[in-house]
Every structure is written in C-alpha cells, then in structure tokens.
Nanobody, 124 residues
Framework: QVRLVESGGGLVQAGGSLRLACAAS????????AGWFRRAPGKEREFVAA????????NYADSVKGRFAISRDKAKNTVYLQMNSLKPEDTAVYYC?????????????????WGQGTQVTVSS
C-alpha cells in the first residue's frame, strides 16, 4: 500500500509558477512509476505528466510540454511537478498517482494509488 499526499497548490496569476509535491509513505516510492493527472470543472480527468520508476524517462501531455517538468527525489520519497508559464486553462484539481511498474503510463486506469488532490487556480 502506498499513500500519496499532494501539496503546493494555490492561486497564481497567469504567467506565474507553482511547484506541486507528492509525498509517498507506506512503501518505497522508488519501486513505483508516478504520474500527475488533473480534472478541471466539468471536464474529464486528463493526463499531465509521468515519470518512470528510475526517473530516467518522462512524458507529458502536449498541452503542458515545455512549461511543466516532472521529477523525483528518491531520498525524500517525493515526486514534483514544476509548472511554469501557467495559463487559466491549467486551473484544475491536480492528482498524484503511482503504479507498481517500471515505466510510466498516460492512462489513469494504469495507476493503482491516488492522492486526494490539490487545487490549482490560475487567474487571468
């Protein structure tokens, strides 16, 4: 069992930055690939970014490429999502997820563990 807790959300103006953190407990997080998803009001949950178990592979949704960066700190059992050049359309609840596999995935059905989410609001 892996427990995930997100933090770092908040209100920011368009063009600003935020860094989300996903702290894991319960089992060694380095044994899990991890991802970030988001759900905007009235929309389906969508993939944002993912990172492999070792951290050597990442992938991103087209909508965030070049603006967001996912990383992990094995010593801290934490995965981060650095979000730059934020846009109002990035407003959503952001969820961290983990799966017991080497490679990262882009489908939410591939993930077994989820955090409670953190709200990100970008004002225009």
């Amino acid at each position: 069992q892996v427990r995930l807790v997100e933090s770092g959300g908040g209100l920011v103006q368009a063009g600003g930055s935020l860094r989300l953190a996903c702290a894991a407990s319960g089992r060694t997080f380095s044994n899990y690939a991890a991802g970030w998803f988001r759900r905007a009001p009235g929309k389906e949950r969508e993939f944002v970014a993912a990172i492999s178990r070792s951290g050597d592979r990442t992938n991103y949704a087209d909508s965030v490429k070049g603006r967001f960066a996912i990383s992990r700190d094995k010593a801290k059992n934490t995965v981060y999502l650095q979000m730059n050049s934020l846009k109002p359309e990035d407003t959503a609840v952001y969820y961290c997820a983990a799966r017991a596999a080497y490679s990262s995935g882009t489908l939410f059905t591939e993930y077994n563990y989820w955090g409670q989410g953190t709200q990100v609001t970008v004002s225009s």
